[in-house]
């Protein structure tokens, strides 16, 4: 290595990845819905993860923060298992007793598809409720915590407002913002735009890359080419439960290696 | 036929005597009923395997058995158990441990519909699952518990009238003692189906008062 090697760049060659996946398979019943995925995601990245539907995208994301429990696998965040612990000289696998779960889980934003907003409660409370009664901040702090993060995703204006009372688009965000308040290690996407009008799509994928570009590291399910090509540093296509190719955006979507990937690429551009 | 309007008027002051007691054994059943079943619903929902499966078989032994005989047994069984409460406490306890198992299946039952997704973003926010029933299940299934409800408080308070059966001097006793020394059954009786179904009635009204207030979304 020479010596004008950029201090950065070296540092980060060396750098563990903040999340590690192995070997992950998950079955429902007789169906096996992933077959063994593996792959690794740096700190302040963010990985797109596209392919056809019922290819096990969301099934992913899912097992990664224990929504569903894998059938087999490892999954490691910053270098701790998820889910449960190796345990004794055996190293026997424990599968960790639920509050210890639930806070791990916490590490791991996630926003759903259909949003999933609590309509009982105000935007604020929407935003504010993981910090008061999972991380047990007072009610000031966690109102104060959750009054940034809905000026961070610009909806400081409509903090007093029930889920009902907003569009899919303000809906969403206020879910990133109830995400983001957990000051969570990553977040999760699950086809966030999916369930919106597509005039309302942009806001919420506006307030994703502003994510990306702050440094916050993402897994993000979607069907939005554009914005994997624009925001991703990693995209792996998805095809039957397996990775059929992975690579940096420019490259899987201008020159595929896989037959499969392309014929899917075709597809959905020409939409 | 001709009515007894005397008896009907001599009857109207002794009867409300007996509305108060069935208005205090009503209250304070409804109070434990609500106060249990919502306690069993909880562990139906949330509970371990083996508490869930005591709940089950209470609200089934508590479905399978008509009230009546339940009340024979609170009644001959609890002084058997070292516990002498009198008839009050007896019919009190009887109706409670009644309407405990109905209100159990109603909160089961709605807070179980809760969307998934409720669920699914408040574990991903790192609620444990007591978290989870309490600040987001609960609070949003009250509103469509309330109707279910209300038919419970009611079909309790009818049926504190089996309650004379263990000689509580409730509003049916009282009308009983009447027929019995006067002998004007249909007077007596189409007095206490009125009597029944004016508290009913304001049980109803409160009812529809909450429901609006309640907040929707």
């Known amino acids: 290595m020479t010596t004008d090697t950029h201090p950065a760049a070296e540092h980060r060659t060396r750098e563990k990845p903040l999340l590690s996946v192995q070997g992950l398979r998950k079955s429902f019943g007789e169906r096996e819905i992933l077959k063994g995925i593996s792959f690794d995601v740096m700190s302040g990245q963010t990985l797109v993860l596209i392919g056809p539907s019922g290819s096990g995208k969301t099934t992913v994301l899912r097992c990664l923060n ?18 449960g612990a190796y345990v004794g000289e055996a190293a026997k696998w424990a599968p960790l007793p639920e509050h210890r779960l639930a806070l791990q889980r916490s590490k791991f934003g996630f926003v759903f598809q259909r949003f999933n907003l609590f309509p009982h409660l105000t935007a604020l409370q929407n935003v504010a409720i993981g910090p008061r009664k999972v991380l047990g901040l ?36 206020v879910a990133i913002a109830r995400a983001l308040a957990m000051e969570p290690r990553l977040i999760l996407f699950d086809e966030p735009t999916s369930a919106l009008d597509p005039e309302l799509v942009h806001e919420v994928l506006d307030v994703m890359g502003d994510l990306a570009r702050e440094g916050m590291t993402m897994i993000v399910v979607t069907h939005e080419m554009g914005f994997a090509r624009r925001a991703a540093d990693k995209v792996i296509f998805m095809a039957d439960g397996h990775i059929v190719e992975e690579g940096p955006p420019e490259e899987v979507f201008t020159a595929p290696r896989e037959e499969k990937t392309r014929r899917f690429l075709t597809h959905v551009l020409n939409r | 036929m001709t009515i007894d309007w005397a008896i009907v008027e001599m009857a109207i002051p002794l009867l409300a005597v007996g509305t108060v007691m069935t208005l205090k054994i ?14 069993l619903g909880l562990v139906s929902l949330g509970g371990w395997a083996w508490m869930r499966w005591l709940v089950r078989g209470y609200v089934d032994f508590i479905r399978g058995t008509p009230l009546l005989i339940q009340i024979f ?41 809760v969307e998934k997704g409720q669920t699914e973003a408040a574990k991903s926010i790192g609620m444990t699952q007591g978290k989870i029933l ?13 109707p279910a409800l209300t038919n419970d408080i009611i079909t309790l308070l ?17 009308g009983q003692a009447i027929v019995a020394s006067h002998f ?26 909450i429901e609006r207030r309640l907040p929707a979304w």
């Open chain 1, 66 to 83: 224990y929504l569903e429990t894998p059938t087999a696998g490892a999954i490691e965040l910053a270098g701790e298992p998820v889910g």
């Open chain 2, 184 to 209: 004007a059954p249909l007077e007596i009786f189409a007095l206490l189906a009125i009597y029944y179904y004016a508290i009913i009635s304001v049980v109803s009204w409160i009812s529809r008062v």
């Open chain 2, 73 to 113: 047994i609170v009644f001959f069984g609890l002084p058997l158990m070292g516990f002498r409460l009198g008839e009050f406490w007896a019919g009190v306890i009887a109706l409670s441990l009644n309407s405990a198992a109905y209100i159990a299946e109603i909160v089961r039952g709605s807070v179980g519909s």
């Open chain 1, 138 to 173: 007072s009610r000031a702090q966690a109102e104060e915590r959750a009054a940034e993060q809905l000026a961070r995703v610009s909806l400081a204006e409509h903090m007093d407002k029930r889920p009902s009372q907003l569009s899919g688009g303000q809906q969403q965000r």
């Open chain 2, 26 to 39: 009503a209250s304070v059943a409804a109070l434990l009923g609500l106060t249990g079943g919502i306690a």
């Open chain 2, 158 to 174: 009818k049926n504190t009238s089996l309650l004379s059966v263990i000689s509580v001097y409730e509003l049916t006793r009282s």
């Open chain 2, 134 to 146: 309490l600040y987001i299940l609960l609070p949003q299934s009250i509103r469509p518990m309330l």
